[in-house]
């Protein structure tokens, strides 16, 4: 596990206003440089941000989070759009994972405010740096909505 960066208050909680800000309901802090092979970002996530089901290609596209604070559900899908697995990482617990490359996924948020610490190796691309899942809906279309709350309402074992 990659060391944790340094955050102050006053950084969290500008970070979470420009979330609130956004349509989007997420903030990304950008800590590495442009071209930079090591992508090192802080995640600002608000409840009911939706993030597309996505893949990162490439063997060093090993997506590594560590939960700072709040928590939230990664949800694994196979190529079809069909969950196969899923992990829920709050604090105090589970508050480290790798997501494979090559592996669809995305994240539900269960609290209000959560704060993801996230790096990943390559230099980033905005063209190739992850696939969208086509079976799932685009972020902002109608149904996208629906699908986020199909996915925060799963019970255990579904």
């Known amino acids: 596990m990659e060391k944790l960066p340094k955050i102050e208050e006053k950084d969290i909680i500008n970070g979470y206003e420009q979330a609130l800000k956004s349509p989007r309901r997420r903030h990304p802090k950008i800590l590495?440089?442009?071209g930079d092979y090591n992508n090192k970002v802080l995640n600002f996530l608000l409840q009911g941000t939706y993030m597309q089901p996505h893949k990162h290609v490439g063997r060093e596209k090993i997506e590594k989070m560590t939960l700072l604070e709040g928590s939230?559900?990664?949800?694994?899908?196979?190529?079809?759009?069909?969950?196969?697995?899923?992990e829920f990482l709050s604090v105090g617990n589970l508050e480290y994972i790798e997501v494979p490359s090559n592996t669809w996924h995305t994240?539900?948020?269960?609290?209000?405010?959560?704060?993801?610490?996230?790096?990943m190796e390559g230099v980033y691309n905005p063209k190739t740096w992850k696939n969208m899942a086509e079976w799932a809906p685009t972020e902002g279309?109608?149904?996208a909505k629906l699908y986020l709350e199909k996915l925060t309402n799963l019970e255990c074992g579904q």
Request: proline share 3%; aromatic share 14%.
């Open 32 to 34: 590495h440089k442009t």
């Open 72 to 86: 939230f559900e990664l949800i694994y899908f196979d190529d079809l759009g069909e969950i196969i697995n899923r």
């Open 107 to 119: 994240y539900v948020m269960k609290e209000a405010k959560v704060l993801v610490y996230e790096t």
């Open 141 to 143: 279309s109608p149904k």
